[in-house]
């Protein structure tokens, strides 16, 4: 059965950004256009969560080609609920940069690269296949490159030659490790892939190798330590509604590819893999939270906790049970909004007051009590602060943890919890609580540029509230998809034999 | 019971509109709100008293078994109503003390915010509900210890206490995670009832040392204790609030919950025994140094907290029954006195104890407060404060062991606070002065009646003590140690050891008295002392943290690219060999040699191209010479693909590689010629780094090559691709139709690398263009 | 061959200038391409085309999917490249430099703000 739905988080993008394309030089339609295509690749990502809810896995070959020989795309609840959380971030980032982006660079192609940018994302969640994943991935890749660079200011370029550079690495390394797989199983198909490793004897340091490949490559783009060095360098430069979407979504992607095809297809050498990631996960989230106390940019130290936060989802990944990938699932929907709502928080203040540097900032608390509010509520649950968001993934990693005698990472990662709170107070204290330097200028906004900016904001802190208060709906869900993703027997019956 | 906290937490949410509204009448629906709850909990107390517990559960996230499960017992109605009782009164206080603040109502948001958690902390049933409301008066107390924002020592001590009590919170989580995989619940009734399955636990002693930790930072016990006294930086009708019967007091709360879950063994009294000793006489010593009167109340408050860890370390009955009794009585005294201290710097500007004098006349309502409540506090009949420090002598000299030692500790502390009150209710008030302080805002009635109703409440639980406070602590101290007892107060003393005891604090307490100033004028000098103890290690641990994370991240991310891609490099190639290691499949030499030996002559030249032309690339100091290299490789490997029957890959390379050598010179020219800029030495490390590369990746691919494939991909397409596909070209028809998605990504790339290059090349944003 | 191919193409990427960096990233994609290649059968002479009048390709034909994958990866690869060569060429323009090392402006760190009493 062919589900039109599964395409839908697609071409909603795809036609948005074309049409946006079509009318270059009117900037104000391309915005309608991307708002009516935000908004249907938002319900579409509904639709088919639903759907998917509903009726188990979704499957459909494109071309309608038999499975393992055409491309097959793929709906499972991981999947639909990352796209669900991405289409969130990407409706409030668009909101955000209507006012909180400069004409010139929306002129130049924003919109229509925020939409392919979307594609990618929904591509590589949905793709079915190995080479339709890194295809998928190159169109993320090529817009993360554009958007970053879009603009040219200075610091964005020197990001951007790194980020460019390391990037195009992990991208060889990941077609090298799809040329080798092909080469040791002969398909692309993931699940016939998975199938075909099962029964392959004698083969299984191979396939552990080529896993490396992949591990190496996709750890590049999730910002592993010690493949991160990319993220800090790049990601505090372009303007906020860039950055923040970037922080938000983009290395998910990675983990999410990560975690997709280290439960469904190298799953053999658990022991190697699992010490590999365990040691990588704890070193992340330490050499990540560090490098957040050192800064005194409030972007970059929100820069430097998404690698330590990555840790934590790679560390979900290395325990292995179902309820450390459920407790991974909470933790990546949580940091993904609470993530871009921190990077859109940095922007409205920097709004007001030109400025991301510690030193230059201050006197928020007072003058903005409300956003103050806002900030606190996503500091305090990135800090993993009960009953927000963040504590609740934290909470589900460490009792798998300890439930698997893994005291050594479950210990840093509460280390690394305080260290999170520490960077977050520092920014409180800096920001909000300190009195305003005398010398900063606070740049008098329209009161409707002002609730514009503020906007997204607000609606992202719901959903914040929403999972923290009522977490239970996405705690079952996660573990729903949890389970489904270890029990790698439904996944290959779902595509291969329908 | 959900209800009165969601009420409680709704109505503190909605105080700074309230404040708005009210304005300086705020204070009254704030301190209705504690009042209702003190009225709603004294409804549950009789038949609490008889022995009944309530529980009201609420499915929150049962998924991960934590729900909003409430329970009453003796413990938690006890701490129950002495949180809304103080509360109200502090409340009242707070409106005096901080009339036209323009913050005022942000200030009783975080108060009774504060104060919902500590009430939702003591009657959680759910052992993570608990855990909730014990992180939620961390943040509260976090804003409220900074309320003074802008001045950088309230700053600095909210997140010291925050810090302190946040890895205490974290502690807890683990310790709490422990406990409920070994007792399989995380329900406190259910737990209860299962002390021996937890102590039988391997993780018994981790889990309990992660509770101690939890405790200890949360109650300020030796060595954490330091975050209390700068926590002073706050409001006093904070300071009040929080050391008296709530903060703090949530550390001993927890370990009374968990005394009878987690206690009775050695390992649990020891640490107990041992930080409550400490910190009982280091609180007590300090608190004789200092001259600022809020600084001698947090330090003798640290003691006090000293005497309760000390009793439960104790464990007997009566020690239990002695520490709930010495934390009613610390509640409402301490309370008191920081009440008081708080009009007096609200009168008169100052809290030093070597300025203020005489103040008896100026503030008689405050000065009659004072000198009560010290009578209360040195435990002077027939106050309550008498009765208390009665049954703690009697819990010492009856303990099974060491009873000499913490019978001192014990005399140490009530030494303390007689020279306490001594300061504090004659000194200030009653010594003949001949310059009184002046008093230059009068306290109005919301500052002076607060003080004086808790010193009534210590001399009416003083009075009648078996009617009120016996049944009160009976069954507070039965559910500690889940099972009735009966201890009897009495006010009337009964001629003992202890009574003898009581008169001998007295006079050491006076004589310590006396000698008062001359320890106050030796206090600066020992404060190099001092300055090396656990706050300075804090100090240091977050300096240290602040450099080592600049030096570790300022090597890691040194900024220079090659270092990253080495890095990288060095990883992926570490993490291959790893996974090869030991039991991969070696490589069949032999038969790869054969194969090599297999070539054609004509690739053979093709081959020797490409290494000649490499090599030169590395050589020469020409852009253009590089470029057509780079071309003469590229058309090499084009026509390898051609000899290997793809020749459709081969003329898509052909023109990918004519295109990108044209785009390179056009885009390329005007870069300045070439320099040689490494460094020899870096120049080989690079040169050996690229070789393990390149060595690894012919392994790997001579490796796989190893294994025949047999694709099934393969055979199909031979099979079907014309048949469907209508394509007598096997490649082009898999790219447009078996796999045409790929081909669309592909376009799209195309299509942004279009639109990025444009943008590159005309939009150029203002300089320094941020936002 | 292939391993030269990445060898050199590493060795190149991490020089300090920009150019060499440029050259090395179309060395490592051009060995990368070669991988593929190579890791599907090598097979000399038959194109993966049907001749004229048979429905069936004929062995020995050499493996499609490689090849098609290869096309794929090949023009990606073209647009990344051109995207880098163009965004040198930027960098070259506003930093004037060619220099790597220079360009650690983003990575600086600056003194810590330490909290104090």
């Known amino acids: 059965m062919n589900h039109l739905l599964l395409l839908l988080p697609l071409l909603m993008p795809l036609y948005g950004a074309i049409f946006s394309l079509f009318f270059w030089r009117n900037v104000e339609l391309q915005k309608v256009f991307a708002l009516q295509s935000q908004v249907a690749t938002l319900v579409s990502c509904i639709l088919l969560f639903m759907a998917v809810e509903d009726k188990g896995i979704l499957t459909t070959q494109v071309g309608n080609w038999p499975a393992p020989y055409g491309i ?105 490790g ?45 910002a592993v330590f010690p493949l991160f060095f990319w993220l800090p360098a790049s990601y505090h430069t372009p303007p906020i509604a860039i950055s923040a979407f970037l922080a938000g979504l983009v290395t998910k992607v990675g983990v999410y590819a990560l975690v997709r095809l280290f439960t469904l297809i190298f799953v053999l050498d658990t022991e190697l893999t699992q010490l590999l990631l365990s040691v990588i996960a704890g070193l992340t989230m330490f050499i990540g939270v560090v490098g957040a106390a050192a800064q005194t940019d409030f972007r970059k130290i929100l820069s430097f906790h998404i690698v330590s936060q990555i840790g934590y989802m790679i560390m979900g990944l290395a325990f292995f049970t179902p309820y450390a990938i459920a407790g991974l699932i909470f933790f990546m929907v949580h940091n993904i909004l609470v993530k871009t709502n921190l990077f859109l928080i940095s922007g409205v203040v920097a709004r007001h007051y030109n400025s991301f540097a510690l030193k ?58 305080l260290l999170t709170l520490f960077s977050m107070t520092k920014i409180w204290n800096e920001v909000f609580w300190k009195k305003k330097p005398d010398e900063t200028e606070v740049a008098l906004l329209s009161p409707i540029t002002n609730r514009m900016l503020h906007m997204p904001v607000v609606m992202l802190v719901l959903f914040i509230l929403f999972i923290s208060l009522y977490a239970e709906p996405l705690v079952h869900l996660a573990y729903r998809a949890a389970i489904q993703l270890l029990d790698s027997d439904i996944y290959i019956r779902a595509v291969l034999y329908q | 019971m959900l209800v009165a906290i969601l009420a409680g937490l709704i109505v503190s949410l909605s105080s700074p509109a309230l404040y708005k509204m009210l304005g300086k009448w705020l204070f009254v629906p704030m301190a209705l709100l504690p009042f209702t709850l003190f009225i709603y909990f004294c409804a549950f107390l009789p038949s609490v008293l008889q022995g009944h517990t309530f529980t009201s559960e609420y499915r929150w996230v049962p998924s991960l078994y934590i729900n909003l499960h409430f329970y009453l017992d003796g413990l938690s109605i006890f701490f129950a109503l002495l949180i809304t009782a103080i509360g109200t009164l502090v409340m009242v206080y707070a409106g005096g003390y901080l009339t036209g603040h323009p913050l005022l109502g942000r200030f009783y948001l975080y108060l009774s915010f504060f104060m919902m ?35 950088a020592a309230s700053r600095y001590a909210a997140l010291q206490a925050l810090l302190v009590t946040g890895m205490g919170g974290l502690a807890l989580m683990a310790g709490l995670i422990l406990i409920g995989n070994a007792g399989n619940s995380y329900s406190l009734s259910t737990l209860l009832t299962r002390q021996e399955l937890i102590q039988s636990d391997a993780l018994y002693l981790p889990a309990l040392l992660l509770i101690l930790l939890a405790a200890f930072t949360k109650s300020a016990q030796f060595p954490f204790h330091f975050w209390l006294p700068n926590a002073m930086a706050a409001p006093t009708p904070v300071s009040a609030f929080l050391h008296s019967a709530t903060m703090v007091k949530a550390g001993i709360y927890l370990l009374a919950r968990f ?191 607060p003080p004086l109703v808790l010193v009534f409440l210590s001399l009416l639980f003083g009075l009648l003590p078996s009617q009120l406070a016996t049944p009160l602590l009976n069954s507070a101290s039965g559910a500690v140690l889940s099972r009735g007892i009966q201890v009897d107060l009495h006010l009337l003393p009964k001629f003992s050891m202890a009574l003898l005891n009581t008169i001998f604090t007295f006079i050491v307490g006076y004589l310590a008295y006396a000698q008062h100033n001359r320890l106050l004028n030796v206090a600066p000098r020992l404060l190099p002392l001092y300055n090396t103890g656990p706050e300075s290690w804090y100090q240091q641990a977050i300096t240290g943290l602040l450099k080592g994370s600049v030096k570790l991240t300022s090597m890691i991310q040194s900024g220079y690219l090659r270092s990253y891609i080495a890095a990288i490099v060095l990883v992926h190639v570490g993490l291959v060999i790893l996974s090869l290691w030991g039991e991969g499949p070696a490589l069949n030499i032999s038969t790869r040699l054969d194969q090599l030996l297999d070539v054609k002559v004509y690739e053979l030249v093709l081959l020797v191209l490409m290494v000649g032309s ?158 | 061959m292939v391993g030269i191919l990445f060898g050199a193409g590493l060795y190149l990427i991490l020089h300090r200038h920009f150019f060499k960096l440029i050259l090395g990233l179309m060395f490592f994609s051009l060995a990368t391409n070669l991988f593929i290649f190579v890791v599907g059968q090598l097979t000399r002479g038959g194109t993966a085309i049907i001749e004229e009048g048979s429905e069936e390709a004929v062995e020995p034909f050499s493996d499609p999917v490689p090849q098609s994958l290869l096309l794929t990866a090949i023009v990606i690869g073209f647009g990344i490249l051109a995207f880098a060569i163009v965004l040198i060429r930027r960098v070259y323009q506003v930093l004037h430099t060619n220099d790597m090392d220079n360009l650690n402006e983003t990575d600086k760190i600056e003194q810590p703000i330490y909290p104090h009493e």
Not at chain 2, 330 to 338: E, I, Q, R, S
Not at chain 2, 648 to 658: P, Y
Request: proline share 3%; with cysteine.
């Open chain 1, 72 to 176: 097959s795309l793929v709906a499972d609840m991981f999947s639909c609920i990352i796209l669900l959380a991405g289409s969130v971030t990407g409706f409030a980032v668009f909101m955000f940069s209507l006012q909180g982006l400069d004409f010139p660079r929306q002129a130049y192609g924003y919109y229509p690269l925020m939409l392919f940018l979307q594609l990618g994302v929904s591509g590589a969640c949905l793709a079915g296949d190995l080479f339709n994943m890194f295809v998928w991935f190159e169109v993320l890749l090529i817009c993360c490159f554009v958007l970053i660079t879009l603009g040219g200011s200075r610091p964005q370029l020197e990001g951007s030659i790194k980020y460019v550079t390391i990037n195009f690495l992990a991208s060889s390394f990941l077609l090298a």
């Open chain 1, 178 to 222: 799809i040329g080798i797989m092909y080469g040791l199983v002969g398909t692309l198909n993931l699940a016939e892939m998975a199938l075909l490793v099962r029964i392959l004897e004698g083969h299984e340091s191979l396939i552990t190798m080529a896993g490396m490949f992949f591990l190496v490559a996709l750890g590049v783009k999730a």
């Open chain 1, 360 to 417: 230059d900032l201050g006197g928020v608390y007072l003058k903005q009590p409300f956003l103050a509010l806002l900030f606190a509520i996503s500091a305090f649950s990135l800090a993993g602060i009960p009953p927000l968001s963040g504590f609740w993934g934290k909470y589900m990693l460490a009792k798998a943890g300890l439930e698997l005698k893994a005291y050594a990472l479950v210990g840093v990662s509460l280390l690394v919890s």
């Open chain 2, 117 to 151: 958690s500590m009430l939702g902390l003591v009657l959680s049933g759910n052992i993570f509900c608990m855990f909730i409301f014990w992180e939620l008066t961390s943040i509260s107390s976090y804003m409220l210890i900074g309320f003074g924002h802008e001045n």
């Open chain 2, 259 to 449: 005394n009878p879950i987690m206690g009775g063994t050695p390992e649990w009294q020891l640490p107990l025994l041992i930080a409550g000793s400490i910190s009982a006489v280091a609180g007590a010593w300090l608190a004789l140094q200092q001259t600022d009167l809020k600084a001698i109340l947090a330090y003798s408050t640290i003691s006090a907290l000293g005497i309760l860890v000390l009793m439960i370390g104790i464990g007997t009955d009566k020690a239990l029954a002695a520490m709930l009794a010495f934390l009613l009585l610390h509640a409402l005294n301490k309370c008191t006195l920081f009440l008081i201290a708080g009009s007096i710097d609200h009168a008169t500007g100052t809290r030093d104890v070597k300025l203020l004098q005489g103040l008896g006349k100026s503030m008689r309502p405050i000065a009659i407060a004072a000198s009560l409540v010290s009578l209360s506090y040195a435990g002077v009949f027939p106050f309550f404060g008498f009765i208390s420090k009665e049954l703690l002598y009697e819990a010492t000299l009856e303990a099974e062991s060491n009873a000499p030692v913490s019978f001192i500790i014990v005399f140490v502390s009530k030494v303390a606070s007689v020279v306490i009150a001594f300061v504090l209710g004659y000194r200030l008030f009653w010594r003949t002065s001949t310059a009184p302080t002046v008093v230059r805002h009068p306290c109005g009635r919301k500052l002076y009646m």
């Open chain 2, 614 to 771: 490499v090599f030169f690339l590395f050589r020469t100091r020409s852009r253009l010479t590089s470029i057509a290299t780079m071309g003469i490789i590229g058309f090499s490997v084009a026509l390898l693909y051609l000899l290997f029957g793809a020749p459709d890959v081969s003329a898509t390379q052909f023109l990918i590689e004519t295109l990108t050598v044209v785009l390179f010179v056009l885009v390329l020219h005007r870069l300045p010629p070439f320099r040689f800029l490494s460094h020899r030495y870096r120049r080989y490390k690079y040169i050996i780094l690229s070789a393990l590369f390149g060595g690894m990746m012919t392994y790997v691919l001579l490796l796989v090559k190893q294994f025949p494939l047999q694709s099934e991909l393969k055979a199909y397409y031979g099979e079907h691709g014309y048949m469907l596909g209508r394509g007598r070209n096997l490649v082009n028809v898999i790219i447009v139709d078996f796999r045409a998605l790929d081909t669309l990504g592909e376009i799209t790339v195309l299509a942004v690398t279009a639109l990025g290059i444009m943008a590159l090349l005309r939009l150029r944003a203002e300089k320094g263009g941020k936002l």
